[in-house]
């Protein structure tokens, strides 16, 4: 398996950016979408990563620098890994990177946003250390949405 940048213009990003899009679709109302576009992966305060093999790209996720309030945070994004591959640690692998990218960056606080019926992922994230917050950003309170925080150590 080999960790790769994710490009815009790559074919199998785009594909894989749609796969994810049609699940998200089937579980939550298309007004509650807000995911990270094909376009802003060119932004420069924008880390998307993947893992591919022969079969393509299967995992994914992304670490996008945001400030609130004067407050530095990393915000993770399309956290995706295909039906075939889960449960090998595909998305454990994938955070660690971004959570390790992050410590680099000096990224105090890292946040996210999933769905309620994204449970496997909420697991992963309360493994990792992720405590439940508030909304942040943009967001809004959803009942549809968990939102999430980890506290990096950057000494």
Known sequence: MQLIALQPEDPKVQALYLEI????????????????????????????????????????????????????????KRLYV???????????????T?????GEAQIPLIRLETG?????????????GFDRCPCFGLYRDNPLSVFMELKLNNN
Do not use: W
């Open 21 to 76: 899009d049609r699940l998200m679709n089937s579980l939550y109302p298309i007004a509650s979408d807000q995911s990270l576009s094909l376009e802003e992966l060119k932004q420069p305060n924008v880390k998307a990563i993947g893992l591919a093999n022969e079969d393509g790209i299967v995992a994914c996720g992304a670490i996008v620098k945001k400030f609130e309030k004067s407050t530095l945070y990393g915000e993770i």
């Open 82 to 96: 295909k039906p075939n591959y889960r449960g090998k640690g595909l998305s454990r692998r994938i955070m660690q």
């Open 98 to 102: 971004l959570l390790h990218y992050a």
């Open 116 to 128: 309620i019926q994204q449970t496997e992922s909420i697991a992963l994230y309360e493994s990792l």
